[in-house]
Nanobody, 124 residues
Framework: QLQLVESGGGLVQAGGSVRLSCVASGGTLNIYISGWFRQAPGKERDVVAS????????MYADSVKGRFTISRNNAENTVWLHMSRMEPEDTAVYYC?????????????????WGQGAQVTVFS
């Protein structure tokens, strides 16, 4: 089973940027689709972005398109989520996830491994 550890969360001012990292261990990340999800207080967990195994394909939630970028380096077993022009509505716990297969995945149920989450709080 893959172990995923997120880092890089914290407080950020509205309009600012922050980058989340997700480091995988216990397996080879390049055989997994990777994704970032977030869950705000009182809300369901939603997909933020997903990236294909070799990084050639990405998808984003409409709310973050043009502001967030997902990327990966399989040699480092790492996936990143760079978030810019942040808004208070981006405040949430962000989760890294990995799932088998080749198709980009928006459904969290299709991911097999999850990190513990990283809090990101955007203040205005």
């Amino acid at each position: 089973q893959l172990q995923l550890v997120e880092s890089g969360g914290g407080l950020v001012q509205a309009g600012g940027s922050v980058r989340l990292s997700c480091v995988a261990s216990g397996g080879t990340l390049n055989i997994y689709i990777s994704g970032w999800f977030r869950q705000a207080p009182g809300k369901e967990r939603d997909v933020v972005a997903s990236i294909s195994r070799q990084g050639g394909g990405t998808m984003y939630a409409d709310s973050v398109k043009g502001r967030f970028t997902i990327s990966r380096n399989n040699a480092e077993n790492t996936v990143w989520l760079h978030m810019s022009r942040m808004e208070p509505e981006d405040t949430a716990v962000y989760y890294c996830a990995a799932g088998p297969g080749v198709d980009l995945k928006q459904n969290g149920n299709l991911y097999s491994d999850w990190g513990q989450g990283a809090q990101v709080t955007v203040f205005s």
